[in-house]
């Protein structure tokens, strides 16, 4: 589903972010990646996003081979993957249904199959009295599940989030995880980039740790999908 073989990113004016990288997630897994600030947590989230492109190595995502890929190919191979931002990204001037809906009229859905569609993935964040609501009007745990209608509302099969709970408090936190939760056991794999170790502690999965952009720790903890059902 991912695999990193021996990848590296130097970027202009020669700051090495990931040196020699190798890793997997196996389809329907669920895992963190942590590391300090800096350490090459959003550089490797980019690459498996081809907002940036390796210096080194090679990167599969969904059996394709991304250096195999032409620039105009990137948006039908990008369909395949959710990105969960911090900072939700959300377009303040547009409502809640339209800012899920966004990815699916890029696409050219109908319009009878966008509502559908945008009307389940809010249901599925808990979200469906939301959809005529403005990001204002919402808390900024409502604006991060909104994110996340965003980023599944095409059904990917890979997602990734970029410090998702960065901004919340513990309970806020917890509850954005057990989504995550939810479309694993769906069979999504999800890939969660974070620096909350106290958070990760609560969670069984296994842990990548990124140090000045190495890989030093690629490991699976002992009931990797016991969960958040031990962590309360």
């Known amino acids: 589903m991912i ?3 021996n990848v590296s990113k130097t970027y202009p004016g020669g700051f090495l972010a990931l040196k020699n990288v190798s890793f997997s997630i196996a389809p329907g897994e669920m895992a963190f990646l942590t590391g300090h600030s800096g350490a090459g947590k959003s550089t490797l989230l ?3 996003s081809m907002m940036e492109k390796p210096s080194a190595g090679s990167i599969e995502i969904n059996g394709t081979e991304l250096a ?8 039908y191979v990008r369909r395949g993957i959710g990105m969960i931002f911090q900072n939700h990204n959300l377009l303040l001037d547009r409502t809640v249904f339209d800012n899920v809906a966004l990815p699916l009229i890029i696409e050219g859905y109908s319009h009878k199959e966008t509502r559908k569609r945008v009307e389940a993935a809010l249901d599925k964040v808990h979200l469906s009295s939301k959809l005529k609501c403005f990001p204002y009007m919402l808390s900024g745990g409502e ?13 990917p099969p890979i997602l990734l989030a970029d410090e998702p709970t960065g ?6 936190s917890l509850d954005i995880i057990r989504l995550f939760e939810e ?18 502690a609560r969670m069984k ?12 720790t690629d490991g699976v903890v002992d009931g990797l999908k016991a969960g958040a059902t031990d962590a309360n």
Do not use: C, E
Request: glycine residues 6%; proline residues 3%; positive net charge.
């Open 3 to 5: 695999q990193f073989n």
């Open 46 to 48: 980019k690459l498996m």
């Open 68 to 75: 195999t890929i032409q620039y105009q190919q990137i948006p």
């Open 143 to 155: 604006q991060q599940r909104v994110g996340i209608a965003r980023a599944i509302v095409n059904k």
């Open 167 to 172: 901004n919340l408090d513990p309970k806020l």
């Open 183 to 200: 479309f694993n056991d769906m069979g999504v794999s999800v890939l969660i980039a974070t620096h909350d170790l106290g958070l990760i």
């Open 205 to 216: 999965y296994r842990t990548l740790t990124l140090k000045q952009g190495h890989m030093i």
